[in-house]
């Protein structure tokens, strides 16, 4: 999963939404090193990424790209679901997803000292370009895929998967609700045990 969704599965904890966030730049037990919510939030993180790898369904939408984008088959097909999860927004939150995305904004703001370096320099871009709000329009998405290229220096066109998004939009729609019902119910499970060990 992307962004939005680590973060909408922390739930209401603050520093949680935090560290799943940017979990991905923490390696191994560096996440000792932060605030316990932040560490259980990199834990939450690290769970969600080993059920979502494994998983059937999930796996089937993405290997639909992988002829195509091969090792970025899954980079894509997470940015993908999280489109599905911003367009369907108000099935799962009765919060706007603006004032949702501008109270995380926030949230980073206030809780700068203790982000990751490459949190830090990230969060100006996402910022200006409203990435977490971006997710929900066809244009927004095809953006986020452009700069997450342009990242890997343009080895896979990710760009060019919106033409996949397209052809299969309906199937990849109904594969994201059917795997993201298992995936909370994943995290409130999880969650329960990451409390027990702190």
């Not at 790898?53 to 984008?69: C, G, P, Q, V, W």
């Not at 060019?160 to 994943?186: D, G, M, N, P, R």
Request: charged share 25%; glycine share 4%; hydrophobic share 35%.
């Amino acid at each position: 999963m992307n962004f939005l969704a680590h973060i909408y599965l922390s739930g209401d904890n603050e520093l949680l939404k935090i560290g799943n966030f940017m979990a991905d730049g923490i390696r191994g037990q560096q996440y000792t090193n932060f605030p316990i919510d932040v560490q259980k939030g990199v834990l939450l993180h690290r769970s969600i990424d080993s059920f979502t790898d494994a998983n059937i369904t999930y796996r089937k939408s993405k290997h639909r790209l992988h002829e195509k984008y091969g090792h970025y088959s899954g980079v894509i097909m997470d940015i993908i679901y999280d489109h599905y999860l911003a367009k369907n927004w108000k099935n799962y939150s009765n919060i706007a997803l603006d004032d949702y995305a501008d109270d995380f904004y926030e949230s980073l703001k206030k809780n700068y000292d203790i982000l990751t370096d490459k949190t830090k320099n990230m969060m100006p871009y996402m910022i200006a370009r409203n990435w977490l709000k971006s997710y929900a329009s066809i244009g927004g998405l095809e953006m986020i895929l452009f700069q997450m290229d342009h990242r890997t220096k343009n080895r896979a066109n990710m760009q060019e998967a919106i033409v996949e998004l397209q052809e299969f939009y309906t199937l990849f729609e109904e594969e994201f609700t059917s795997f993201f019902s298992e995936l909370q119910e994943h995290c409130k499970i999880k969650l329960v045990e990451i409390n027990k060990i702190f």
